[in-house]
């Protein structure tokens, strides 16, 4: 009993490393938002050169995920990870020590590429690590829950560091936490070698995906300031596009692609990914533009805001990690994210009816608590799914699809949001509405595009993805081949 209960206590103790590492990486795509205003004064950015701090991680880490999960493949999951946050904790440092703008976005830069390696191979470890499903169903509920409430948690801790020492400390507190979590992972992660590079060493292949996703997320991102129609956005979207075409056929003709097309036979993991892009749309939009609204509307300061996500968050972790295992493993993944999606989007359209002078407690909570709820009991679902498809061999490229999909659609998402939001303000404003009111017309529009882009994943749950049998029901067969299990 004793050299059985051991390593089980460390695959979960690996776990719980591997989810501090992520949780570390989703934590850098919020808590940078709420100390702006101070790096801006401190550091004297203009308004439209302070979101290259935000934009200079989010374009490598959005245009390196594909490729990051296809090299853990290759190389070995553990190492490109190890290598992923050695890289993002030194940029780490080099962000807390920046003494000017420059260093600050170079760093940035450096930070999105460690926080890609680091977090494409994260899911695909799990998955190796708790094939049993009761135990894999839970293990993802982990990671969910990291995934999904880390966003607002950085909006909490970001206002917390930023008030009570300075900018400097929400880089600063990355440091321990690499190190520390790169010490266990050597410990108890480990170690199985990849395929080699001989078995998807396309080199060309990698530069097109990778020069197309970069491409389309700095266009994305421009939209904001150039807008849809500008010959800058079109001609950007339009040579992305065509780039990833062009990755696609050179995938299919061959002997060894980057990216094994097989992959997207699976229905499953189709659907799932294509269901994550929307659903974040409408989840980045409430963080993103929910700050603004009590910022800006309500008069909450920085550390408010988080105090005020916190709700979400804490509700968010307890379905995420105590109760959607037991929804997956009871009626299966694919039954649970139908209920969940439709929350979702009745959160949404909540939001949209928020008055200038909301309460917290009558016109937020409330929306709050439902967009938790879904989202806490659909994304393990989610991930369950979009990992069913994948071989071993392809685990590392499944889990790195799901990223991209999560941080690219959420990146498309709020470019989309922000600008509808944007572009409907400014016209109130023309019009002699007050401020307030306009910014907050403009949020309704947003967050009903958000609701109608959340029924559309409602839709493809019902109609594309396929109900499989309950994890029960697949335990109740491997209940006569343990051995296999545990391997």
Not at 66 to 72: E, F, I, V
Not at 411 to 423: F, I, K, N, P, R
């Given at each position: 009993?004793?050299?059985?209960?051991?390593?089980?206590?460390?695959?979960?103790?690996?776990?719980?490393v591997?989810c501090?590492?992520?949780?570390?990486?989703?934590?850098d795509?919020?808590?940078?938002?709420?100390?702006?205003?101070?790096?801006q004064?401190?550091?004297?950015?203009?308004?439209?050169?302070?979101?290259?701090?935000?934009?200079?991680?989010?374009?490598?880490?959005?245009?390196?995920?594909l490729?990051?999960?296809?090299?853990?493949?290759?190389?070995?999951?553990?190492?490109?990870?190890?290598?992923?946050?050695?890289?993002?904790?030194?940029?780490?440092?080099?962000?807390?020590?920046?003494?000017?703008?420059?260093?600050?976005?170079?760093?940035r830069?450096?930070?999105?590429?460690?926080?890609?390696?680091?977090s494409a191979?994260?899911?695909?470890?799990?998955?190796?690590?708790?094939?049993?499903?009761?135990?894999?169903?839970k293990?993802?509920?982990v990671?969910?829950?990291?995934?999904?409430?880390?966003g607002?948690?950085?909006l909490l801790?970001?206002?917390?560091?930023?008030?009570?020492?300075s900018?400097?400390?929400i880089f600063?507190?990355?440091?321990?936490?690499?190190?520390?979590?790169?010490?266990?992972?050597?410990?108890?992660?480990d170690?199985?070698d990849?395929l080699?590079?001989e078995?998807?060493?396309?080199?060309?292949?990698?530069?097109?995906?990778?020069?197309?996703?970069?491409?389309?997320?700095?266009?994305?991102?421009?939209?904001?300031?150039w807008g849809?129609?500008?010959?800058?956005?079109?001609?950007?979207?339009?040579l992305?596009?065509?780039l990833l075409?062009?990755?696609?056929?050179?995938?299919?003709?061959?002997?060894?692609?980057?990216?094994p097309?097989?992959?997207?036979?699976?229905?499953?993991?189709?659907?799932?990914?294509?269901v994550q892009?929307?659903?974040?749309?409408?989840?980045?939009?409430?963080?993103?533009?929910?700050?603004?609204?009590?910022q800006?509307?309500?008069?909450?300061?920085?550390?408010e805001?988080?105090?005020?996500?916190?709700?979400?968050?804490?509700?968010?972790?307890?379905?995420?990690?105590?109760?959607?295992e037991?929804?997956?493993?009871?009626f299966?993944?694919?039954?649970?994210?139908?209920?969940?999606?439709?929350?979702?989007?009745?959160?949404?359209?909540?939001?949209?009816?928020?008055?200038?002078?909301?309460?917290?407690?009558?016109?937020?909570?409330?929306?709050?608590?439902?967009?938790a709820?879904?989202?806490?009991?659909s994304?393990?679902?989610?991930?369950?799914?979009?990992?069913?498809?994948?071989?071993?061999?392809?685990?590392?490229?499944?889990?790195g699809?799901?990223?991209?999909?999560?941080?690219?659609?959420?990146?498309?998402?709020?470019?989309v949001?922000?600008?509808?939001?944007?572009e409907?303000?400014?016209?109130?404003?023309?019009a002699?509405?007050a401020?307030?009111?306009?910014?907050?017309?403009?949020?309704?529009?947003?967050?009903?595009?958000?609701?109608?882009?959340?029924?559309?994943?409602?839709?493809?749950?019902?109609?594309?993805?396929?109900?499989?049998?309950?994890?029960?029901?697949?335990?109740?067969?491997r209940?006569?081949?343990?051995?296999?299990?545990?391997g």
């Amino acid at each position: 009993m004793t050299t059985t209960a051991q390593p089980d206590r460390n695959r979960w103790f690996a776990l719980y490393v591997l989810c501090a590492g992520m949780l570390m990486i989703v934590l850098d795509g919020t808590i940078v938002n709420v100390a702006l205003p101070s790096i801006q004064e401190d550091l004297h950015f203009s308004q439209a050169n302070l979101a290259w701090v935000v934009n200079a991680y989010l374009i490598p880490f959005g245009g390196l995920l594909l490729l990051a999960g296809r090299l853990g493949d290759l190389l070995g999951q553990r190492r490109v990870f190890i290598a992923g946050l050695a890289i993002f904790t030194i940029a780490s440092a080099l962000c807390a020590a920046s003494p000017d703008q420059g260093v600050l976005i170079g760093a940035r830069f450096i930070q999105g590429i460690g926080g890609a390696l680091a977090s494409a191979v994260i899911l695909a470890m799990i998955v190796r690590m708790f094939p049993a499903p009761n135990e894999q169903a839970k293990a993802i509920g982990v990671y969910g829950f990291v995934a999904s409430a880390g966003g607002s948690i950085g909006l909490l801790l970001g206002g917390v560091l930023t008030q009570a020492i300075s900018w400097h400390f929400i880089f600063v507190i990355n440091l321990p936490i690499g190190v520390l979590v790169g010490w266990l992972a050597l410990r108890l992660v480990d170690n199985p070698d990849g395929l080699g590079l001989e078995q998807g060493a396309d080199f060309p292949g990698a530069a097109l995906v990778t020069v197309a996703l970069m491409l389309g997320v700095f266009t994305i991102l421009q939209i904001t300031e150039w807008g849809w129609v500008d010959a800058r956005t079109i001609a950007g979207l339009a040579l992305a596009a065509a780039l990833l075409v062009a990755f696609v056929r050179r995938q299919g003709r061959i002997a060894n692609p980057l990216m094994p097309l097989r992959l997207f036979h699976s229905r499953n993991v189709v659907g799932a990914n294509a269901v994550q892009a929307l659903l974040v749309v409408g989840m980045f939009g409430m963080f993103f533009l929910g700050a603004l609204y009590l910022q800006k509307v309500l008069g909450y300061s920085a550390l408010e805001v988080g105090l005020a996500f916190l709700p979400t968050t804490v509700v968010m972790g307890g379905l995420s990690l105590g109760f959607s295992e037991k929804l997956i493993m009871r009626f299966g993944p694919r039954n649970i994210l139908i209920p969940g999606f439709i929350m979702v989007t009745l959160a949404l359209l909540l939001f949209a009816r928020t008055p200038v002078d909301g309460n917290y407690v009558t016109d937020l909570l409330p929306p709050f608590l439902l967009i938790a709820v879904g989202i806490g009991t659909s994304f393990p679902g989610i991930m369950t799914l979009a990992m069913s498809g994948a071989t071993p061999q392809d685990a590392g490229l499944a889990s790195g699809l799901l990223n991209t999909s999560m941080q690219v659609g959420g990146a498309v998402g709020l470019a989309v949001l922000a600008t509808l939001s944007t572009e409907r303000t400014k016209s109130l404003e023309a019009a002699g509405h007050a401020t307030a009111s306009a910014l907050t017309s403009g949020y309704h529009v947003a967050y009903l595009v958000g609701a109608v882009l959340a029924f559309a994943s409602v839709l493809i749950a019902i109609f594309v993805l396929k109900p499989a049998p309950t994890p029960e029901m697949s335990e109740h067969g491997r209940e006569h081949e343990p051995a296999a299990a545990e391997g």
